[in-house]
């Protein structure tokens, strides 16, 4: 003490100063020079040392999943965007991390923000050796053989829908109605009883909770618990509904020696992953439909012809429906999340470079689907890309399909019979058009139409979990008349 207060004030901020340079010089080096990852291209220049430096801001942005492709495109498959986490875009490595039974553990991190009160759900369990024990239990729920069970909840819930639009004479904001409409099904399936949103919407008063919903889809922990919220409310006010014919998830999962804290967990996180993907879908494949009038007649003769069947192998088999669903799927890429993994202890190569255990991989399913080796313009609705050009049958494309990874490696009967049932059922009833009031975008239109089909353009969207779209997707929809149902 008596040697520092002796020393010339200059002296000492020298010092500090030179401390403070060697610190931060040796952590620079360590973060950027004699780093383990110093091998991989950099996102940015200082992307290694914090997440604070690249990642977060454009996560917080909406924009990561748009801007990290142009930069694959030029530094090649792997990037590194944090000081232990590497972007991929590389359909070899999707394979090799996110194969079943694969060693590549969920990130805790992100996961970890879906899990409902301490109980981990098949989406958010992180342990590799626990989720293929889950994935077996829910499979009873999701297997193609349960389908017929579920035709009849999601037919009631796409009655009371149509119901409802034919009330109304307003022109249709499809993300909000869509939406309306996928979480009285899922609420339904998962609790056994609905959030009453149908309801909600067709009384107009859903637009604050949607607009919520919007605004917190960029928090991602929050995106889970936010519906269930909306559940718990609206059973507080008996606005709810239910198929109960149906046995619902938690009811199934408990039945089979699943906790109920943990089953309960199930039906709370299904409710995100489940309502804005499948939601996003339909309101994009009726969009595009809203601008292809001569497609829809066709697609309605079509129905015709198998007398508006709602089983899922005759839907199935109409080719106009199902290049429809599968374009659709594609097009709106809803499921818009980076897909974190950790590399499991050894490490792994990639491309030649080795990334040390811990390292955090991550890619998102939506490049593939936009991939312009397999999807020429990418950003355009073409149900051509699985036609023939009859649209007698379905195209064989090996490329297209071998890129085609929209649910990731997840399950998806279940997704595809609700926009099977929820297209067909909307076509059936009605003459989908964009309103003739000069509120829908012009910028939405790209192409003429080469005879068959009007290509339509990607709505502009943010990116966060889930893609939220911020374009006017009104249409209005007109019931067509009894006598050309039957
Ligand atoms: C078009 C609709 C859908 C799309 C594009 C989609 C996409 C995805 C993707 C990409 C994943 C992988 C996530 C990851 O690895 O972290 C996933 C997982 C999951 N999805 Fe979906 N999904 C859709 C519909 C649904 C529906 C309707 C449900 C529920 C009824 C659902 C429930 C789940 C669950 C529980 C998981 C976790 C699966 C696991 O980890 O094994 N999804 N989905």
Redesign the pocket.
């Known amino acids: 003490m008596v040697l520092l207060s002796s020393l010339p004030l200059g002296w000492l901020a020298t010092g500090v100063a030179v401390a403070i340079l060697l610190r931060v010089t040796f952590f620079l080096y360590r973060a950027l020079i004699a780093h383990p990852l110093a091998h991989v291209p950099r996102a940015g220049l200082l992307a290694p040392v914090h997440r604070l430096a690249w990642a977060f801001p454009h996560e917080l942005r909406g924009t990561i999943t748009l801007d990290l492709p142009k930069l694959h495109a030029k530094f090649g498959p792997l990037v590194q965007i944090g000081p232990a986490e590497v972007s991929f875009y590389s359909l070899d490595a999707y394979d090799v991390i996110?194969k079943a039974g694969s060693k590549f553990s969920?990130d805790p991190r992100v996961?970890g923000g879906f899990v409902q009160d301490g109980h981990p759900?098949?989406?958010s369990?992180t342990d590799p050796g626990e989720?293929p024990k889950?994935?077996r239990l829910?499979g009873q729920l999701?297997n193609r053989s349960k389908v017929p069970l579920l035709e009849e909840l999601m037919l009631h819930h796409i009655e009371h829908w149509t119901r409802c639009v034919v009330q109304s004479s307003q022109a249709v904001d499809l993300p909000v109605a869509c939406r309306a409409l996928?979480s009285d099904i899922?609420s339904d399936?998962?609790f056994g009883t609905t959030v009453g949103a149908i309801e909600a919407w067709a009384s107009g008063s859903e637009l604050a909770m949607v607009a919520k919903n919007d605004e917190l889809s960029s928090w991602m922990p929050i995106w889970a618990h936010k519906s269930y919220d909306t559940f718990m409310r609206s059973k507080d006010k008996s606005t709810t509904e239910t198929t109960a014919a149906y046995p619902n998830l938690i009811g199934t999962l408990v039945r089979s020696g699943l906790s109920p804290l943990t089953a309960l967990a199930?039906a709370k996180?299904?409710m995100g992953?489940?309502?804005d993907?499948?939601s996003?879908?339909l309101a994009h494949i009726l969009w595009a439909l809203a601008h292809n009038a001569s497609f829809q007649d066709e697609l309605f003769q079509d129905l015709q012809s198998i007398s508006f069947s709602t089983d899922m192998t005759s839907l199935e088999g109409v080719p106009r429906l199902r290049a429809c669903v599968k374009e659709g799927?594609r097009w709106?890429?809803?499921?818009a999340?980076m897909?974190p993994r950790v590399v499991p202890p050894g490490g792994v190569k990639l491309h030649g470079m080795f990334l040390p255990e811990g390292t955090v991989v991550t890619s998102s399913?939506i490049w593939y689907l936009r991939d312009t080796t397999a999807f020429p313009n990418p950003d355009e609705f073409n149900p051509y890309r699985w036609l023939t050009p009859d649209a007698s049958g379905l195209r064989v494309d090996a490329l297209r399909d071998k890129y085609y990874?929209?649910?990731?490696?997840?399950?998806?009967v279940?997704?595809y019979y609700?926009?099977y049932l929820s297209v067909s059922q909307v076509v059936k009833q009605f003459r989908i058009s964009v309103p003739s009031d000069g509120t829908a975008s012009p910028a939405l239109r790209a192409r003429p139409t080469d005879g068959r089909w009007q290509p339509v353009s990607l709505p502009q969207r943010k990116e966060w979990v889930a893609a939220v779209v911020t374009d006017d997707l009104r249409v209005t929809m007109t019931p067509r008349t009894k006598e050309e149902r039957h």
């Open positions: 996110h969920k996961y759900a098949l989406f369990i989720h889950r994935r829910m999701y996928e899922i399936f998962s199930e996180e299904n992953p489940g309502t993907t499948t996003a879908s799927v709106a890429g809803a499921a999340a897909l399913p990874i929209p649910f990731s490696k997840g399950a998806y279940f997704a609700e926009l």
